[in-house]
């Protein structure tokens, strides 16, 4: 059985998905066009209304969301 790094170095029509021309140190590009200007988001609704384990969980994404939105007013909606 290959592995999936082996089918991609041999398929040369979804290598270039896989392995960026510029190297390993090259900036992430963006798959498509912005639906929106970010830069003008200033407010966050985030809802969460199940139990506090799946509250916690969803800690990482909120501190991804502060370093991409470091301007906006994030706001959190729980359960009591």
Same mark, same amino acid.
């Given at each position: 059985?290959? /592995? =999936?790094?082996? #089918?991609?170095?041999? /398929? @040369?029509?979804? $290598?270039?998905?896989? !392995? &960026?021309? &510029?190297?390993?140190?090259?900036? @992430?590009?963006? =798959?498509? %066009?912005? $639906?929106?200007?970010? /830069?003008?988001? *200033? *407010?966050?609704?985030?809802?969460?209304?199940?139990? #506090?384990?799946?509250?916690?969980?969803?800690? @990482? /994404?909120? !501190?991804?969301?502060?370093? !991409?939105? %470091?301007?906006?007013?994030? &706001?959190?909606? =729980?359960? &009591?």
């Amino acid at each position: 059985m290959n /592995s =999936l790094r082996q #089918i991609i170095e041999s /398929s @040369p029509a979804i $290598r270039h998905l896989a !392995f &960026d021309a &510029d190297g390993p140190d090259a900036a @992430p590009q963006p =798959l498509g %066009p912005a $639906r929106w200007d970010w /830069s003008a988001v *200033k *407010k966050v609704l985030v809802i969460r209304l199940r139990s #506090i384990g799946d509250t916690v969980l969803t800690t @990482p /994404s909120l !501190f991804a969301l502060r370093r !991409f939105l %470091p301007h906006a007013q994030i &706001d959190l909606l =729980l359960e &009591d």
